[in-house]
């Protein structure tokens, strides 16, 4: 027991650090101390590329913080928990590829910022890789997720005033991406496992083992069959043997 708390003190770490930093930031923020300007995401700019890296850490108003606040600390705890071979991977990656998408593709002259990007890939990311490794617990995970956070899915529809939904459509598009390249990537608990590999074969069944594999007819002329050629062995035999006795 106290193994297992120490397991997820560790685990709980990194969201909480995470979601400090998103709070650390933003007090910076609004005490003046931080031009939000320079870090936010311009798209197809070059003053902009640094924004693919910074821009979630920055938030217009202590809402927009809360509002990511709380499902990233979810997701990232959720992940590092039961996907932990791949987690720190699938969301750098998340990370990474969701900014780039959005410097590529969103609209220009917006200065696109929030962590609420990085959210939709790490939800995404659990719900579909439920979709693609369907094991219990990817397909409990998948359910949990839809129940919790499906209302999100909304906020993939464009001209939505003030908000950034290119960066939650191709956070969605880019979690789905990295689930399915991480599909393989089995966790310790769910190592391939042979259900029958203790049991021992039995000659106590109830039909034959070729029930269904012939019809009555087929299987009264096998046998048949199989009769004329047991006889047919069984006079070669006889004759063999009165061979051997008149040659003696």
Known sequence: MAESRRNIFKLIQFPVYLVAILWVVHILKVSGILNYRSFGLMPRETSGIVGIFTSPFIHGNFQHLISNSVPL??????????????????MLLIYVLTGLAVWAFARANVIHIGASGVVYGLVSFVFWTGIFRRNVKSIILALVIMMLYSGLFLGVLPNQPGISWESHLFGGLVGILIAFVMKDAQEADEEPTDPWKDEQPSSDYFLPRDAFEETLMERAQRRQIEQRQAEQRQRDQNQSRDWTSDAT
């Open 73 to 90: 600390f979810v997701m990232t705890f959720i992940i590092v928990f039961f996907y932990r071979r791949i987690a720190y991977q699938s």
